[in-house]
């Protein structure tokens, strides 16, 4: 999996949301991102099962799901802020541009920008290689997936 947005590797334990920071949705990793607009990109190459403006799930020709979740309580803005690029069903290679967003909004509203990516139906030993700490780019690498 690579990373959606760069910014800096934090772990799910940091993320403030208890389902997320105690793995309830599954394995993976966290980005605080930078504080600048900037286009969410599909961390990995499968098909758009679930796009909202605040998160999006990609499916892997191997049934392997990854959850990408653009801030905490993101939900609540209903879309504002948000911009989708694509549709549930598209086809879509790792670097795919999906969502147009501003961290520095959401943060601004009140609300953490952290973006966790989770790896749905996996347990922590099938992941490798998780990117916890540091600067990540868009597109580098967060974790493998046996």
């Given at each position: 999996m690579l990373s959606p947005v760069p910014g800096t590797a934090t772990g799910l334990a940091e993320v403030p949301d208890p389902v997320f920071a105690?793995?309830?949705?599954?394995?993976?990793?966290?980005?605080?991102?930078?504080r600048e607009p900037q286009t969410a990109v599909a961390p990995v190459a499968g098909t758009i099962?679930?796009?909202?403006?605040?998160?999006?799930?990609?499916?892997?020709?191997d049934g392997k799901g990854v959850l990408v979740h653009l801030?905490?309580?993101?939900?609540?803005?209903?879309?504002?802020?948000?911009?989708?690029l694509a549709e549930e069903g598209a086809a879509v290679e790792?670097?795919?541009?999906?969502?147009?967003?501003?961290?520095?909004?959401?943060?601004?509203?009140?609300?953490?920008?952290?973006v966790p990516v989770v790896a749905l139906d996996a347990s922590?030993?099938?992941l490798s290689d998780v990117v916890s700490s540091g600067?990540?780019?868009?597109?580098?690498?967060l974790f493998g997936w046996r």
């Open positions: 105690q793995g309830m949705v599954g394995p993976g990793t966290a980005i605080d991102p930078v099962v679930k796009l909202h403006p605040h998160a999006f799930v990609i499916a892997t020709q801030g905490i309580d993101t939900v609540d803005l209903k879309g504002e802020g948000f911009e989708t790792a670097g795919t541009p999906l969502v147009r967003w501003n961290p520095a909004e959401v943060e601004k509203g009140g609300r953490s920008p952290a922590a030993e099938a600067e990540v780019a868009s597109g580098a690498p």
